[in-house]
């Protein structure tokens, strides 16, 4: 069946622009959640959405940052004014969110900021 | 804190040895844990998970794992290694269906 899929697969950017970057999850899962993958910082956890709950913003890295999910579905990560620092692969996961599940991930969007 | 920790930035093996790819952990309660590889330009892929019960973990491509509660340790193994085993590899956890924290990660190279 159709895994995570993420579009772009790249952006490029100037600084000061907004992005937003997209998520469609496995068909059916519950959970979803995003993630930044950089060279610096390693794999850190952004946002996450469980069903209808109040999403979990507490690894967003500053107010420039939101996400939201539409009909427990497909998900949107908006980046405001863009910095160089923000230049990462930002990776989108969903997983069926009922007992102790594996996240699936998608391929990621490289996010380059100039 | 909580945390998983790879103490191996890379990890050379020859084609057709073992291999190991270690993986610690310092986390409270019971914990999950799972190992994720990364092929260049590719998303995470899931390889296994730890939640209970049998302490050896069977997941794909012929890895396992060895959850060890008196060294904190779970280690990701193969008997045999493949050339197209060079990844990025990254031990995690989590507290149920909650954001993974990931090791640092650990680079495999499989020689030839």
């Known amino acids: 069946g159709a895994g995570v899929s993420q579009s772009p697969s790249n952006k490029v950017t100037e600084k000061g622009k907004d992005v937003e970057l997209r998520c469609d999850p496995i068909s059916g899962h519950t959970a979803l959640y995003w993630y930044r993958q950089s060279l610096g910082q390693g794999l850190e956890f952004l946002i996450y959405f469980q069903g209808n709950s109040a999403p979990d913003k507490s690894g967003l890295p500053s107010d420039r940052f939101s996400a939201e999910r539409t009909g427990g579905s497909v998900s949107t990560l908006t980046i405001q004014r863009t910095q160089q620092e923000d230049s990462a692969v930002y990776l989108c996961a969903s997983s069926s969110g009922t007992g102790i599940n594996e996240q699936y991930f998608g391929p990621g969007t490289r996010l380059t900021v100039t | 804190a909580q945390s998983v920790a790879q103490p191996e930035d890379q990890v050379n093996v020859a084609e057709g040895n073992p291999l190991t790819v270690k993986c610690t952990y310092s986390?409270?309660?019971?914990?999950?844990l799972f190992w994720y590889v990364q092929y260049p330009n590719r998303g995470l892929q899931f390889l296994l998970k730890?939640?209970?019960?049998?302490?050896l973990v069977k997941g794909s491509y012929g890895f396992e794992a060895e959850f060890n509660k008196s060294q904190t340790s779970f280690h990701l193994k193969k008997p045999s290694a493949l050339v197209s085993d060079s990844a990025l590899y990254f031990c995690?956890?989590?507290?149920?269906?909650?954001?993974?924290?990931f090791g640092k990660g650990t680079r495999l190279s499989v020689i030839a």
């Open positions: 995690a956890y989590n507290s149920g269906n909650t954001p993974l924290v």
């Open positions: 986390v409270s309660g019971n914990p999950y």
């Open positions: 730890y939640i209970t019960g049998d302490n």
